[in-house]
């Protein structure tokens, strides 16, 4: 069975940093996908990042050079860093996973979601 349970969420200031973390499991990282999505009340969700099974990822282009997505296959965390947030970052985070297409292809779309966590940045 799939869980996921994402944790690290909070208030800052624009500027500073967050660290999200996803514990995971019943997912083998080597044919999982895994991505993190944000989603802003009356807007779409929003896919932030993405690795896949064989390390690579992509970026949304509004956090490129910002945010990094990590896994962590001893912790069995998938995390994101986020590093110099602006105002328009704050949204419910939310993680996400689904089988791997190949090793460097992910689904159109995710079958297993955690409950999210909110992050705040003020400005």
């Known amino acids: 069975q799939v869980q996921l349970v994402e944790s690290g969420g909070g208030s800052v200031q624009a500027g500073g940093s967050l660290s999200l973390s996803c514990a995971t499991s019943?997912?083998?990282?080597?044919?999982?996908?895994m991505a993190w999505f944000r989603q802003v009340p009356g807007k779409e969700r929003e896919r932030v990042a993405r690795i896949a099974p064989d390390g690579s990822t992509l970026y949304t282009d509004s956090v490129k050079g910002r945010f990094t997505i990590s896994k962590d296959s001893a912790k069995n965390t998938i995390d994101l860093q986020m590093n110099s947030l602006k105002a328009e970052d704050s949204a419910m985070y939310y993680c996400?996973?689904?089988?791997?297409?190949?090793?460097?292809?992910?689904?159109?779309?995710?079958?297993?979601w955690g409950r999210g966590t909110q992050v705040i940045v003020s400005l």
């Open positions: 996400a996973a689904d089988k791997s297409l190949s090793s460097r292809t992910c689904p159109p779309s995710y079958r297993f």
């Open positions: 019943g997912i083998t990282y080597g044919t999982y996908c």
